[in-house]
């Protein structure tokens, strides 16, 4: 896991990002985080995105965050992992895109920066991240289709800025962390915050709903999905119309993109034969 933030103040008239505020956001995660850290200013300094690292594919620095695409339009900040990203790369490299590290993370953007916001699908993994568009100064924001990596925002609203990050009372400025009346007592009685899934236990915080992104800019925030709706848990295969026989493909092929050079990690995954028994 690693650590992400942002501030974009998207309102022509908003203050420039606060750099402490940022760093500090940013220092809350250092145990999302400890390998490194990182810290990107636009050049109007409306927008910052800002990284603590936990290196696991690419243990160089040259794949530390935030990351810069090669024509320098697109910024991103990324937490998770791509298990597919291998092949993706290749597809990418038949088409003429050269790459400067051996990360996950560039995949996704000279990715982003070939097809936008149509690429989700094809990502597969758990993943969280935001990405500005410096050309047209403005944030987007992704979440994997199941959830698994956390993504908080809070829009302060009365001096129009966005904030965001992997970690929820991060996200927003001290005078603003006041929890909801009875989200501590519903936290503590029955292990969450509120029946909403896309609030915590701040007030003003909100979490980013799975399978879902959204632009962010001075005149509006657009959402839509990042991939179709995931199969129901309570779904058998018989029920969606797939084999046991097809499940167990379909298992070892992810079994087999799972597959890491981190020394952290050690061994390539394998792939354990499954049975319908």
Known sequence: ??????????????NPVDEKELVRIRDHMVRRGPDGAGLWLSEDRH???????????DLNERSAQPMTSRDGRYVITFNGEIYNYKALKAELIDQGVEFRTESDTEVILALFAR?????????RGMFAFGIYDRQHRKLFLARDPYGIKPLYYADSGWNR????????AAAKPAHLQRPGARRPRRLLSLGQACRSRTRCICKSARFRPAAICGWMNSARARRSPTSPSP???HETPAAI??????????VRKAL?????????????GRCLPLSGN
């Open 1 to 14: 896991m690693c650590g992400i933030a942002g501030i974009f103040e998207y309102h022509y008239a908003s």
């Open 47 to 57: 927008a910052g995105l800002a990284h603590r690292r936990l290196a696991i594919i």
């Open 115 to 123: 097809e936008g916001a149509a690429m989700l699908p094809k990502l």
């Open 161 to 168: 800025a966005l904030r965001f990050t992997g970690q929820g």
């Open 231 to 233: 199969a129901s848990f």
């Open 241 to 250: 119309g797939v084999g046991q026989d097809e499940v167990n493909a379909a």
């Open 256 to 268: 087999l993109r799972f597959r890491s050079p981190s020394p952290r990690r050690g061994r390539a």
